[in-house]
């Protein structure tokens, strides 16, 4: 799993299980640690039924930081008291990384071109 943090403080976990390899995206379910309660008040309101977290650092499943050179967000859906889906997204990861850390999304991205 990759871990999310905000301030130094690990707020969370995805595996990342989806993606966009030729724009280096990579995204999936957010499951928040207890501690990820105490950033819930520093969301950006982006409409009334979704907010977003950005300041964000996340570290590959060996704990290596993952460089995203457009950014890192957090996006919860639902209105916030019956939030339906929370999501984390990587974007702008180098291609070379990409391959190694999501060949998965490599593989599925190259797959539609087959005849």
């Known amino acids: 799993m990759y871990?999310?943090?905000?301030?130094?403080v690990l707020v969370g976990h995805s595996k990342l299980e989806r993606g966009d390899a030729p724009m280096g995206v990579a995204f999936g379910q957010f499951i928040s640690t207890d501690k990820f309660e105490d950033y819930k008040s520093k969301a950006e309101i982006l409409d009334d039924d979704s907010r977003r977290w950005q300041g964000l650092s996340v570290?590959?499943?060996?704990?290596?930081?993952?460089?995203?050179?457009t950014g890192i967000a957090i996006i919860e859906y639902g209105p916030s008291d019956a939030v339906f889906a929370i999501e984390a997204t990587c974007l702008g990861i180098d291609w070379l990384l990409y391959e190694e850390l999501f060949p998965h999304h490599v593989k599925a991205y190259e797959d539609q071109f087959e005849d």
Not at 3 to 8: A, G, L, P, Q, R
Request: include cysteine; aromatic fraction near 12%; charged fraction near 40%.
């Open 3 to 8: 871990e999310f943090w905000i301030d130094d």
């Open 59 to 69: 570290k590959t499943p060996e704990g290596q930081e993952l460089e995203c050179h």
